[in-house]
T-cell receptor
Framework: GAVVSQHPSRVICKSGTSVKIECRSL??????MFWYRQFPKQSLMLMAT?????????EQGVEKDKFLINHASLTLSTLTVTSAHPEDSSFYIC?????????????FGDGTRLSIL | QKEVEQNSGPLSVPEGAIASLNCTYS??????FFWYRQYSGKSPELIMS????GDKEDGRFTAQLNKASQYVSLLIRDSQPSDSATYLC????????????FGTGTRLTIIP
């Protein structure tokens, strides 16, 4: 089945640091990828839709200048948390799939646990 | 607003029994439905997908879809402690758009 690889799995860094997270589709091309954030014991929250070759679409309340998304190829999307602060500490997960029409399931990466000290 | 509703639980089921998880959705035009399992601290993994009315079985899992009533359910037979997790219902409300709408999840605990 479809495989989505996410890297790194865990990041611990100081406040003010920018952190880049990569999401790769390993055996298929993904024109669209999704970025989610999940706080402990809470549900998945969609942050943005990453579109290959064009600007990402951000959900309401998500700062586009804070969370930079780049989808430069059909197999790679990156999320950069700029000037991260302790409140940005969370579990970030990407997904890809959908078959282009949404008639196929999304598959998730293993997630990145971000801890800002 | 397109919504997907799940009972947050926790739902406790004895080992070996059938666990029944339910989900309702608001957009009548939805075409694709998915169940994901999420263990604590891990990312969601796909359990089942269903697109047509009726039942779809895969091992111990059965997904049921009723578009007229706008509900989708997941049955887990012969429940095992390893089935203890949060189960997320996801719906694709717009054909042609890959974006999924997720429910908040039902936390299932299988009691040995």
């Amino acid at each position: 089945g479809a495989v989505v690889s996410q890297h790194p799995s865990r990041v611990i860094c100081k406040s003010g640091t920018s952190v880049k997270i990569e999401c790769r589709s390993l055996d298929f091309q993904a024109t669209t990828m999704f970025w989610y954030r999940q706080f402990p014991k809470q549900s998945l929250m969609l942050m943005a839709t990453s579109n290959e070759g064009s600007k990402a679409t951000y959900e309401q309340g998500v700062e586009k200048d804070k969370f930079l998304i780049n989808h430069a190829s059909l197999t790679l999307s990156t999320l950069t948390v700029t000037s991260a602060h302790p409140e940005d500490s969370s579990f970030y997960i990407c997904s890809a799939g959908g078959g282009g029409l949404g008639n196929q399931p999304q598959h998730f990466g293993d997630g990145t646990r971000l801890s800002i000290l | 607003q397109k919504e997907v509703e799940q009972n947050s639980g926790p739902l406790s089921v004895p080992e070996g029994a059938i666990a029944s998880l339910n989900c309702t959705y608001s957009d009548r035009g939805s075409q694709s439905f998915f169940w994901y399992r999420q263990y604590s601290g891990k990312s969601p993994e796909l359990i089942m997908s269903i697109y047509s009315n009726g039942d779809k079985e895969d091992g111990r899992f059965t997904a049921q879809l009723n578009k007229a009533s706008q509900y989708v359910s997941l049955l887990i037979r012969d429940s095992q402690p390893s089935d203890s997790a949060t189960y997320l219902c996801a719906v694709n409300p717009d054909f042609g758009n890959e974006k999924l709408t997720f429910g908040t999840g039902t936390r299932l605990t299988i009691i040995p």
